[in-house]
């Protein structure tokens, strides 16, 4: 014990050697003690009433240490970290009796005091907290990874809504629609192949769909071994009861009873390629020739021509007869090209369609047009687009054409088994322009053997002779604020009659005008009003015409 004294009392008798007036080393100021207050309270190891009151105390015993005796060399620093509690009083008294001030203390670097111990817990626990969090992040980004995982991708109003399942993508889109449309014939006689509802002699009043029906999409993608691929189905029910007819689901509805709506599976197909080589199609989509067409024409979203309003079908006509010809939903095996400076070409083989007498007979009972059936070679279409961009005003050009041999023409004017044939021809041609709130479209097709209204209905006369047609539309869309716009078009479409032939009945000259109001009332939802005036006129004196008005909604998800 007396050793243990004796090495206590060594630092002290240092510390009075290490302050006496000879002495010039430096040594720790008093305000160190302030200093270890500030530590300790930081560390937690006091209070801060505590460090306080340490602190007044410090001070006042300083300030009157400081009137009482001269200024003296500071010492060096006191190892006590080794020491009792006792001890270390003894120590503290013994440098306070004998140096006139309250030393400064400081601890041994090397002996942990236990807040400092306390500290090192903590930091040993926030590291492994830190690499636990860190293990659990990186054990979640492998699960979102993992194909059992399925994700929703973020949601674009109008491109529908897309799962990702591993390595396949599931999209799910679709419209809705229905509208009110009172229809008003204006009177006239009937025209053999027209669209308009003139003289038919009633008005009429209808809930039904507008140019598109309702619409559910599925479309899956993924890649395989550096192959692109999609297998899509696509289904388009209407609201109103079907009636079983040579259109199908497109046949005039049958407001009766009992009745129940048409399904309309237009769309099955798969797509194969890279964005290197180009894509390849495979199956029933909509056909290359007539498609801007229609997917640019603004009755698209409406009802435009009712067509049918007393026993209203799947769809209403829109433009279609009154602008352009309906580019149908038909099988192919198509190909379209990478983008290249905004430059694209499509080309496919599709399965031909039969010549079809729509007009019905004359006055005699003779068929005014001559039907085919036969085909022993696919129809062809290609398409080629170009998209650029100048000051601001963006553009869309396009132009496309379409092939068919109509082979053993059928009709009372021809010998049975002369195997006459006729070759299809057509080409078209359109353009869009979009600048800040405007649009317009301007679009011209011209066709030989064609027909009018929808491919290849009345094409051909009962002589098998090719008629002639053409036809074109011009509309102007405006948004006057990001909700609210209106559209104004105005379209024809003419089918001449075959060299040698006399048809007054037949249908000369379809056109309508339509004017139409949208509002995006959200995202999904959209108001629609529409007027439209739809004229036919035959190649003799028969004329009809109608006016009608529709209201309703149209959602797109």
């Known amino acids: 014990m007396a050793l243990k004294k004796r090495a206590l009392l060594l630092p002290v008798i240092a510390t009075s050697v290490a302050c006496t007036p000879f002495i ?14 500030d530590i300790l309270q930081l560390k937690g190891s006091l209070t801060k009433h505590e460090h306080d009151t340490l602190l007044a105390k410090h001070l006042s015993r300083t300030a009157s240490a ?21 001890e270390r009083h003894s120590v503290h008294t013994a440098r306070t009796v004998n140096s006139g001030y309250e030393a400064g203390i400081r601890f041994d670097p090397g002996t942990p005091d236990e807040a400092s111990e306390r500290a090192e817990m903590a930091a ?15 054990s979640t980004k492998d699960a979102l990874n993992s194909n059992s995982i399925v994700r929703v991708d973020k949601y674009v109003p109008g491109k529908g809504l897309t799962f990702k399942a591993g390595p396949i993508d599931i999209n799910f889109s679709g419209f809705v629609n229905g509208f009110y449309t009172y229809n008003s014939p204006a009177g006239g006689k009937p025209v053999a192949g027209g669209v308009s509802t003139g003289s038919s002699g009633f008005d009429s009043s209808s809930v039904r769909n507008g140019l598109l029906p309702a619409g559910f999409i599925l479309k899956l993608s993924t890649t395989q071994s550096g192959i692109d691929m999609s297998a899509v189905l696509g289904m388009y029910p209407g609201v109103d009861n079907a009636k079983n007819g040579a259109f199908n689901a497109n046949t005039g509805g049958s407001p009766v009873g009992l009745g129940t709506a048409g399904i309309d599976m237009r769309q099955v197909y798969v797509t194969v390629g890279t964005k290197e080589i180009g894509t390849f199609k495979f199956g029933r989509d909509l056909a290359l020739f007539g498609s801007d067409a229609i997917l640019n024409d603004a009755t698209l979203l409406s009802v435009g021509s009712t067509g049918s309003n007393s026993a209203p079908g799947n769809t209403s006509l829109g433009r279609i007869g009154v602008g352009y010809v309906y ?15 905004g430059l694209q070409g499509s080309l496919g083989v599709f399965q031909p369609l039969d010549e079809f007498n729509y007009a019905g007979d004359d006055a005699s009972g003779r068929a005014l047009s001559a039907s085919s059936t036969q085909h022993s070679s696919p129809m062809v279409q290609g398409k080629g687009t170009y998209d650029f961009t100048i000051g601001g005003v963006q553009t869309r050009i396009w132009a496309s054409f379409l092939l068919q041999r109509q082979q053993a023409l059928t009709s009372p004017d021809l010998e049975a088994g002369s195997h006459r044939s006729a070759m299809v021809e ?3 041609i359109g353009t869009k322009i979009t600048y800040k709130g405007f649009q317009g479209v301007a679009y011209y097709y011209r066709g030989s053997g064609l027909g009018t209204t929808a491919l290849f209905f009345d094409g051909i006369a009962d002589n098998g002779r090719k008629r002639a047609s053409e036809g074109y539309y011009v509309q102007a869309m405006y948004n006057f604020t990001k909700k609210f716009k209106l559209v104004g078009s105005y379209g024809v479409s003419n089918l001449y009659q075959a060299p040698g032939e006399n048809s007054p009945l037949l249908v000369r000259r379809n056109q309508s005008e339509v004017g139409a109001a949208f509002y995006s009332l959200t995202d999904w939802l959209n108001l629609v009003a529409e007027y439209t005036h739809t004229e036919s006129a035959a190649h003799g004196p028969n004329k009809e015409s109608d006016n009608s008005a529709s209201g309703g909604v149209i959602l797109l998800f």
């Open 327 to 341: 580019a149908d939903w038909i099988p192919q095996i198509s190909y379209t090209s990478p983008k290249y400076h």
């Open 426 to 428: 057509a080409g078209e």
């Open 24 to 37: 010039t080393a430096p040594c720790a100021l008093a305000d160190d003690y302030s200093d270890l207050l």
């Open 124 to 138: 040993s626990r926030a590291e492994a907290s830190a690499r636990s969090a860190q293990e659990a992040m990186l």
């Open 66 to 86: 400081s009137h009482a005796a001269p200024a003296r060399a500071v010492q060096r620093p006191v190892r006590i970290a080794s020491a009792t509690t006792a």
